[in-house]
């Protein structure tokens, strides 16, 4: 079983939709968590950072369930540049910078 | 100011040969990654350098792969003997304090392709 998993997709959605993706994680060890944002043959970017409170940029939201250790990224309004490879990433160990990255699901807006 | 750089940005090699990869990390960072990416696959990590502490090295697939981290700053990631199945993209990242909070800014990486 992989660490991190993700639905690969690919999400086609229209302009203006709300997408969710959502991860798991196999390691309840696991304090940090993250989505990371991938453009076609370029590196990842830190989209945000997942707390477990629940935290909200703009018209992204993420949300972390430690009880089932999954995480879920929701988008709403979606823009022809929220194309993208959507990362969901944990680190590996306690207190380090050892991060453990899902094989990203692709998301594809159409006008 | 300057981001991650690699080199080079693609390289192409034999089977067999030895290949070293460069990363310049972000100047000030202490902590220093490195991760592969294969076709259609997430990352890998690979070796993490923290400071002064021994590298983490869990995640380097066979005694072929070694890195070094020179002066706390530039590092070499060294495959020898490369086989087919090491093509893929060879990403840096680094971050300030190599906590599990921070955020890590990678390089554009290296694409390798084993012929």
């Known amino acids: 079983r992989k660490e991190v998993e993700q639905d690969p997709g690919p999400f086609n959605v229209p302009e203006g939709a709300t997408v969710a993706f959502n991860c798991t994680y196999s390691n309840s060890a696991s304090q940090s968590f993250f989505w990371y944002r991938q453009d076609c043959r370029k590196e990842p970017k830190l989209l945000m950072s997942?707390?477990?409170s629940g935290n909200e940029d703009g018209r992204f939201t993420a949300q972390l369930n430690r009880a089932s250790q999954y995480i879920s990224l929701l988008i709403r309004d979606s823009k022809l540049s929220d194309s993208a490879t959507y990362l969901c990433v944990v680190n590996g160990r306690s207190n380090t910078g050892k991060l453990i990255f899902g094989q990203g699901t692709t998301l594809q807006v159409k006008p | 100011g300057a981001g991650v750089s690699q080199s080079p940005s693609n390289k192409v090699t034999e089977k067999g040969k030895d290949v070293e990869l460069r990363c310049d990390p972000i100047s000030g960072h202490t902590a220093l990654y490195w991760y592969r990416q294969s076709l259609g696959q997430g990352l890998e990590f690979l070796i993490y350098?923290?400071?002064?502490?021994?590298?983490?090295k869990s995640g380097l697939p066979s005694d072929r792969f070694s890195a070094e981290r020179t002066g706390g700053s530039v590092s070499t990631l060294t495959i020898q003997r490369t086989q087919q199945e090491d093509s893929a993209v060879y990403l840096c990242?680094?971050?300030?304090?190599?906590?599990?909070?921070?955020?890590?800014?990678f390089g554009p990486g290296t694409r390798l392709t084993v012929l």
């Open positions: 997942v707390y477990s």
């Open positions: 350098f923290q400071g002064n502490s021994a590298p983490d």
């Open positions: 990242a680094s971050s300030f304090l190599g906590s599990s909070t921070d955020t890590q800014y």
